[in-house]
């Protein structure tokens, strides 16, 4: 087995991507796309001032090289129809020799087109069908937003990206620099220019959607289930099973969710392998000094130990501090509209969406406040739909609203009751009728730069009274800088979005898997060296990780129709032994091997004649059983010519002439009658041991 | 092996005790799977857990977890209030019980304990109808429950994967009956319906609150939209209405084409369809009316029915089958002008009778489909009258070539099941198995085939697990030496002339050619190679492998070979020896 980290990814919205070498099969996890990367760009400009002031700068380069070594403004941003980054280091693979691609969240799906389209791609690619729904959504959505930038520049002649041309000079800012080319300088490639509506419906065809839970096989070596991670509805980790062991792929996690099923650790007990791919805690500073408590001092029996770890993992203290987080949204939303001012939601994470929607309805319907939501997205009603219909990725308490006969989440009946408003887009025609300010609005997308959070933006950022809900990561970089000056009030979230670092010893000694590979950066956070009873691998991006294998043979399961017609041989010294000759079909069924009968049925093998043998032969033995036969011989004791060789050498004489010669190494029969020689073999035959 | 409990029948009717005579009952089984909501499957579930005090895992699919209560307590309220009957379980049992309950996802994999796996497909026959897949160890079963091998306006077929079985446990309600498209029968009771309303009756469609109601409501909804029908149709109980609200939600589980729809507009979205009122039976003006229960055995819908029967303008549609003694199955079984009611009144019938023959069970040909489809080892026929069983259980052994059984109740069946022998496999065993071993046969085309037989030792030492190794490595895993048994002889040849020794073995390798097929030669220098087979010439003037009768003048090919090759290796001697 061998994994290649391709990306380490950056937070929720870009997971990270990996290459595992599996049983001579190669396995694409996750296609993501850095969306934050598209904040290089600059946004369609709404009014006719700005746009004129970015034509000018267009048309006059000149006034651009003044303004070396001084603040980013955002006539530095390029003005063009955004293209997209991808994985780097994908690109260097042949998208041909990859066999299987696994998603594990609906944010993994969004660079897949760009693999389908290439018309070498043929590999098989599993998702849950809440990934492929939400995921194919959020695909159309990005579209549909990403039209508004065709329509504004027109469409692109030649294949060139003209944008990436100037960006290579000096006066070019660093910062912009270092997001269009990388670290290295090498990540040109990478950049994409966007699928087509078409492209999206291929590359969903292309999927095969799984239920929870259910296995898959891959040509019938590869066993492969879905279980949730609860990291977001439909987000799953993968267990894998071949012939050669056992493999679980953990992504993001989350142990307790109040939206999509939690994470479902039960289920990945005692594999083989365990591949921890869970980069969140590298987005929070959080450092685990005394990660490492060792949880096995506990002197109760392990059973109860094991319920005892696996409960101190579901503690709520986490969730809880989720909700208190989505509250403090709200009532700053609340805040805000009291205060006469808007709020503009622009997060991407469904469940938080869903949860947040509930939410502020509710709060709202308490207090007096009249204030309109508005959900404007080109998927929001079809999204909306389709979160209430789904049941078995939903967390139990939302399970348990629908087996009672209510919605699984709020937004069904306010929408009913026209408190919540969903709009596709911000031209759409009755939105001006019914809108009214202030308002809370939810609208994509999170990077700033594309749907109708642009607009929004530009018509709030003025209003000191007016609030932004935006994600963590976006303020710090390129995100906000052509909407500044900014008078609105800014509120980041970062929402849990996996695994705690100091849970990852209690999820270990849980999981008991024999091989742990960690993240080198991850495990430059903790100290995992005291968990014994795993053995911990490092692997670190683009760098290729071989794992031993670590059961040592498969098992191969013979059909006991095959198995009864076996003839079976005693060894002459060993009593405990029986062996026998198997002839038959090996077929790979499920991961597993098994032997059938085979096609062209073998004469009973009793009768064939064993072509292995072992042990000596006593030339005087071998003498008295062909005497018994009716031939005559005698034993000749030859020692070679340098004396070490111990060469026998029995003449045959009756019935007709021939020679047998023996040593530790075999025995030879020399003669031209094939009747004698046959008679002779059986002799020796008799005398050794064969198979 | 595990016990999959389906309840069927009437709570009254199971003797519990069948299953364990000390009531452990958790000991004797590993798990109950409910396949879906109708009371003869589900209908003594809170009974069995809350009374007879079962406490093992329950599986059944989401739409069963959400509906079983709705109908476990309407059956409930039924028994006691209506009929007066003593109660089996309370409301707050069913409560309790359905808590127990773990909700299965299609296709869903539970390891239930150590042995026993289960799997749920899809079977249509009512929403969230599952047949479930058990495997314990590597015997493997599938109880179909009751399923539906067409689509549905609103529920898809019955979907299963090819499956590896030992015994296959069928449904056979209709186990004799073949049905054609069911187009015409549609067109037939929408032509009922309309010629009813359209001449200002009403039309009373007794019906059970799931399944059947949804499906002729949306045909009539379609219908009503195409034909612009302005006449209401109503929906009698709120159990009809909140049962089409989880319709709604369980859209995942309904037929593709609502699946597809359902975005834009939810087909349970029903246009015409409202709220009846009890005030609205003696309304004036034409109504199609959705009752509960079907069969007209009771309840409201036999009230209405009490009232619209004398008018020889309205209509009573009864879809699918009616249980002998109720008043359904009497409308069906002839032409009666009264008819008695449960309580002895009389009630003239002079309105029209439809059957609808919409029933979600397969047939015959949908029983055969399956049981070819999945062609499993055994089949056992349940749920169906006996004589049509027997006809399809001697059809299935005649076509199919199948052993199948119809078992009585309390009677046992006993199968052998598939077992596999585990041992662990050499590497060099798997590679050598996996080694092309093509043969190419050449009479007028060129023939490539590559037929792998896996060939290798089986060794077995007590109180260890069997291995496989390759035949090189047997003596290895015995510690033991080889010992190799092989033949020579160092055979005459006499070539044409005194010509090269390149040539002579040319020449001899055409005649083997000749006369041995399908064997690849290799020449090299004075060497011949066939398998294990290898021929040099002699240079010596006394070979040891020379027979000592032949004379040493001329030229010989020394030759060696294995046992393994024991009948090529004269082949070749013979030709050689011909040829002299």
New interface residues.
Partial sequence: MKLTCLSKGDGFQYPPCHILNLCGFRILIDCPLDLLAITIFSPVPCDVEASEYSSLDAQNPVQKKQKLEREMTPADLVCAEPWYKTVKALHLWEVSLIDVVLISNPMGVLGLPFLTQNPGFCAKIYMTEATAKIGQLMMEDLVSMHMEFRGFYGPEDSSFPGWMKNLDREEVPALLKKVVFGESGDDLGSWMRLYSLDDIKSCMKKVQAVNYAEEVCYNGTLVMKALSSGLDIGACNWLINGPHGSLSYVSDSIFVSHHAKSFDFHGLKGNDVMIYSDFSCLQSTELTENGCNSPDTATNSSEKKDENLAASLLDTEESLEELEKLAFVCSCAAESADAGGSTLITITQIGIVLQLLELMSNSLESSSLKVPIFVISSVAEELLAYTNTIPEWLCKQRQEKLISGEPSFGHLKFIKDKKIHLFPAIHSPNLITSWQEPCIVFAPHSSLRLGPSVQLLQRWRGDPKSLLVLEDGLSSGLGLLPFRPIAMKILQCSFLSGIRLQKLPTLLSVLQPKRVLVPDVVNQRINLTEIKTNSILKYSENKTLRVPRITANPDVEIMAELASKLSWRKLRQRENFGIARLKGELLMKDGKYRLVSGLEQEESSGKARPLRHWGSVAPETLVDALLKMGITGSVEHSTGEDGSEDNRIIHVTNPSSGLIETSEMGTTIITDDENIASQIFQAIDGILDGI | MAIDCLILGAGQEIDFSLLSKTGDFDKELSCIIITHFHMDHVGALPYFTEVCGYNGPIYMS?PT??LSPLMLEDYRRVMVDRRGEEELFTTTHIANC?KKVI?L??????QVDQDLQI?GYYAGHVIGAVMVYAKVG?AAIVYTGDYNMTTDRHLGAAKIERLQLDLLISESTYATTIRGSKYPREREFLQAVHKCVAGGGKALIPSFALGRAQELCMLLDDYWERMNIKVPIYFSSGLTI?AN??YK????WTSQNVKEK??TH?PFDFKNVKDFDRSLIHAPGPCVLFATPGMLCAGFSLEVFKHWAPSPLNLVALPGYSVAGTVGHKLMSGKPTTVDLYNGTKVDVRCKIHQVAFSPHTDAKGIMDLTKFLSPKNVVLVHGEKPSMMSLKDKITSELNIPCFVPANGETVSFTS??????????TF?KS??SPNFKFSNSTQLHVTD?????????????KKS??VH??E??EV?N??????????C?PVKGKGESEDVDLIKELSEKITETVSGTQIHESGNCLQVGSFKGTLCLKDKC??R???SSSEGVFLCC?W???D?ELG?KI?NVIKQNL
């Fill in positions: 989401y977890k959400a359905m909700a996802d299609l296709k869903q994999t539970i799997r590597d909140q609200m989880y939600m369980l859209i995942s359902h975005a939810n598939t077992t596999f022998i585990k041992a662990t496999a050499s590497d798997l198995c996996s037929q792998r037989t896996a060939d290798g030792v089986l060794v077995v030492e007590k109180n291995k496989i035949q090189d047997v003596s015995l033991e030496k080889n010992h190799e048994v092989s033949l020579a002889y055979c040891v492998h027979s000592e009768i060696n294995s046992v393994a024991l004269w001697i």
